[in-house]
């Protein structure tokens, strides 16, 4: 995957990079990503992680930026 802003070309696993062709540059929360990747389907555990791990990837190449915020005010997220 190229990424224009640095000039920088990624090579990426397969669910890293499909996951980034659901991507649209807009910010969206983890569940919406879920749905866009898998439709509206909970995924297990282990499907759960490999997600994170993909997205993962993707924020350390810079590919993505992740935001933290608080769904509750009990602080689960």
Do not use: C, K, N
């Not at 993505?64 to 769904?71: D, I, K, M, N």
């Amino acid at each position: 995957m190229f990424d224009p802003a640095t000039g920088e070309t990624h090579f990426l696993s397969e669910l890293p990079a499909l996951i980034a062709t659901t991507l649209d540059g807009e910010w969206a929360p983890h569940a919406e990503l879920v749905t866009r990747y898998a439709g509206p389907v909970e995924l297990d555990a282990a499907a759960e992680a490999q997600f994170v791990a993909a997205l993962t990837s993707l924020e350390r190449a810079e590919l993505v930026e992740s935001r933290l915020f608080v769904t509750d005010p009990g602080g689960r997220h």
